[in-house]
């Protein structure tokens, strides 16, 4: 097998910019059509400033995604016939709008939830064939490695009963995760109790088996992906990687996240001891007319990962660097990761509108709760990461030898005064990333 050293993305590595900029998609279903609304809103912003070819792709330096965010991941990092992104972000909805219907089949009779949970007894609620079928259409035979910027897609294996992280960093030190998507995303999408798990094998050129995966949901290890994704660049960079900058232990001024939520449950006091004490399967699998078992762990991922990145930034002072868009307020309906009612898909599309023009929020480190803390609206604040993400990509192209504007600079050295004004030009354009939030 052989790999690529570089994203094919027109996005130049990092070491020749300021930045290391950061993507990051939650899992949640057909949640996932939240993400999807705030996604087409940053990308239309982006062509924008760059025009109507501009993608997502084109300026994030790794996009991670578990669950339904694996998913997106895959679709806006998948190359097409032209080598351009396979979908746009304005598709991600329509796919979800379309398909989710067909992958979680809604049944409105009154019986339904009864049936349901004796059927959790025995299998897992959906029988996953029109999510295998349609995700192996679209992706067909492509691989992780074949991605348009580098991608991280947490699963879990539950033969080895350890992670699997599907990562483009770790492509080069084990060639046995160079999967197909297709497969990839299946595994990470596998929700017990919801989908089957998902079992595959990769090989070499030669035909001999590298690897056997036995996996299921992401969401086991991390809902969010986040601290995931950097983990992933942290180690790429402490291994001496020539495509960043040297940088200093713990400098997260120099990374630049945003990271989605799916959305959750507004504050309720949902379960309570004195009842679960005497569940047994059945009751962690469909006590209170739910999966508490999966809600559980779902919850508590996401917002660890989120307290944990929250506390770092804000203690090294660059909290600003760190943009969390997440709505805690769904009603049980909305919050549902299956239920694809026609109504319901349309409400979550307008939860993701309405999210956009909702305060930015930060986690209150002593409750665990989003609370607005400026008047900036989401919308704002996504504005202002478009024009930095464009301009951090004008950067590291005036200052690569492999595009034009790097070239026009060969032989000049760091300090040639004709290099320092146009760098500094661009440089000092720069919105200052402690304004990200602010009006």
Same mark, same amino acid.
């Not at 339904?68 to 304005?90: D, I």
């Not at 029109?130 to 192996?136: G, N, R």
């Not at 739910?290 to 990145?309: K, N, R």
């Not at 409750?367 to 202002?384: F, I, Q, R, S, V």
């Given at each position: 097998?052989?790999?690529?050293? =570089?994203?094919?993305?027109?996005?130049?590595? #990092?070491?020749?910019?300021?930045?290391?900029?950061?993507?990051?998609?939650?899992?949640?279903?057909?949640?996932?059509?939240?993400?999807?609304?705030?996604?087409?809103?940053?990308?239309? !912003?982006?062509?924008?400033?760059?025009? =109507?070819?501009?993608?997502?792709?084109?300026?994030?330096?790794?996009?991670?995604?578990?669950?339904?965010?694996?998913?997106?991941?895959?679709?806006?990092? %998948?190359?097409? *016939? *032209?080598?351009?992104?396979?979908?746009?972000?304005?598709?991600?909805?329509?796919?979800?709008?379309?398909?989710? #219907?067909?992958?979680?089949?809604?049944?409105?009779?009154?019986?339904?939830? %009864? /049936?349901? /949970?004796?059927?959790?007894?025995?299998?897992?609620?959906?029988?996953?064939?029109?999510?295998?079928?349609?995700?192996?259409?679209?992706?067909? *035979?492509?691989?992780?490695?074949?991605?348009?910027? +580098?991608?991280?897609?947490?699963?879990?294996?539950?033969?080895?009963?350890?992670?699997?992280?599907?990562?483009?960093?770790?492509?080069?030190?084990?060639?046995?995760? @160079?999967?197909?998507?297709?497969?990839?995303?299946?595994?990470?999408?596998?929700? #017990?109790?919801?989908?089957?798990?998902?079992?595959?094998?990769?090989?070499?050129?030669?035909?001999?088996?590298?690897? !056997?995966?036995?996996?299921?949901?992401?969401?086991?290890?991390?809902?969010?992906?986040?601290?995931?994704?950097?983990?992933?660049?942290?180690?790429?960079?402490?291994?001496?990687?020539?495509?960043?900058?040297?940088?200093?232990?713990? $400098?997260?001024?120099?990374?630049?996240?945003?990271?989605?939520?799916?959305?959750?449950?507004?504050?309720?006091?949902?379960?309570?001891?004195?009842?679960?004490?005497?569940?047994?399967?059945?009751?962690?699998?469909?006590?209170?007319?739910?999966?508490?078992?999966?809600?559980?762990?779902?919850?508590?991922?996401?917002?660890?990962?989120?307290?944990?990145?929250?506390? /770092?930034?804000? %203690?090294?002072?660059?909290?600003?660097?760190?943009?969390?868009?997440?709505? @805690?307020?769904?009603?049980?309906?909305? %919050?549902?990761?299956?239920?694809?009612?026609?109504?319901?898909?349309? +409400?979550?599309?307008?939860?993701?509108?309405?999210?956009?023009?909702? #305060?930015?929020?930060?986690?209150?480190?002593?409750?665990?709760?989003?609370?607005?803390?400026?008047?900036?609206? +989401? =919308?704002?604040?996504?504005?202002?990461?478009?024009?930095?993400?464009?301009?951090?990509?004008?950067?590291?192209?005036?200052?690569?030898?492999?595009?034009?504007?790097?070239?026009?600079?060969?032989?000049?050295?760091?300090?040639?005064?004709?290099?320092?004004?146009?760098?500094?030009?661009?440089?000092?354009?720069?919105? $200052?990333?402690?304004?990200?939030?602010?009006?």
């Amino acid at each position: 097998m052989s790999f690529k050293e =570089e994203p094919r993305s027109p996005l130049q590595p #990092p070491t020749y910019g300021n930045l290391i900029t950061i993507l990051s998609i939650d899992g949640g279903g057909v949640r996932g059509i939240i993400p999807s609304v705030i996604l087409d809103f940053l990308e239309r !912003e982006l062509q924008q400033l760059d025009g =109507e070819d501009a993608r997502l792709a084109d300026y994030f330096d790794v996009i991670a995604g578990t669950s339904t965010g694996g998913l997106v991941t895959a679709m806006l990092t %998948a190359p097409n *016939e *032209e080598g351009r992104p396979l979908f746009e972000a304005k598709d991600v909805k329509s796919f979800y709008l379309e398909h989710c #219907p067909k992958i979680f089949p809604h049944d409105g009779n009154p019986l339904a939830p %009864a /049936v349901k /949970v004796i059927k959790a007894l025995s299998g897992p609620q959906y029988d996953g064939e029109h999510l295998h079928k349609t995700i192996q259409e679209k992706l067909q *035979e492509k691989r992780l490695h074949e991605t348009l910027t +580098n991608i991280v897609i947490p699963t879990f294996d539950i033969k080895r009963l350890q992670p699997t992280i599907f990562s483009s960093y770790q492509l080069k030190k084990h060639p046995s995760l @160079d999967a197909k998507l297709s497969d990839i995303c299946i595994g990470t999408s596998a929700a #017990p109790t919801y989908l089957p798990s998902h079992t595959f094998k990769t090989e070499d050129s030669e035909g001999k088996l590298l690897r !056997e995966f036995n996996l299921i949901d992401g969401g086991v290890v991390a809902n969010n992906p986040t601290l995931v994704a950097i983990s992933e660049v942290t180690k790429e960079i402490t291994t001496g990687s020539p495509n960043f900058f040297p940088i200093k232990p713990m $400098d997260y001024g120099r990374f630049l996240v945003l990271s989605l939520g799916t959305g959750s449950l507004e504050f309720q006091e949902k379960y309570d001891a004195t009842k679960s004490s005497s569940w047994g399967v059945l009751g962690w699998l469909a006590g209170g007319g739910s999966t508490p078992l999966v809600d559980v762990f779902t919850q508590a991922s996401g917002d660890m990962v989120d307290y944990h990145i929250s506390t /770092v930034f804000q %203690a090294l002072h660059s909290q600003e660097n760190y943009l969390r868009i997440q709505d @805690d307020t769904l009603s049980v309906d909305i %919050a549902s990761m299956d239920l694809a009612t026609e109504e319901n898909l349309q +409400n979550l599309v307008n939860v993701g509108e309405k999210l956009l023009k909702k #305060p930015v929020t930060k986690v209150n480190l002593a409750t665990g709760l989003c609370e607005p803390y400026h008047h900036t609206t +989401n =919308e704002m604040a996504l504005k202002k990461f478009a024009e930095i993400l464009h301009k951090e990509k004008n950067v590291r192209e005036l200052r690569s030898p492999n595009t034009k504007g790097g070239r026009a600079n060969r032989g000049k050295s760091i300090g040639d005064p004709s290099t320092l004004r146009l760098t500094n030009t661009i440089h000092h354009s720069l919105p $200052d990333l402690h304004d990200l939030n602010s009006n």
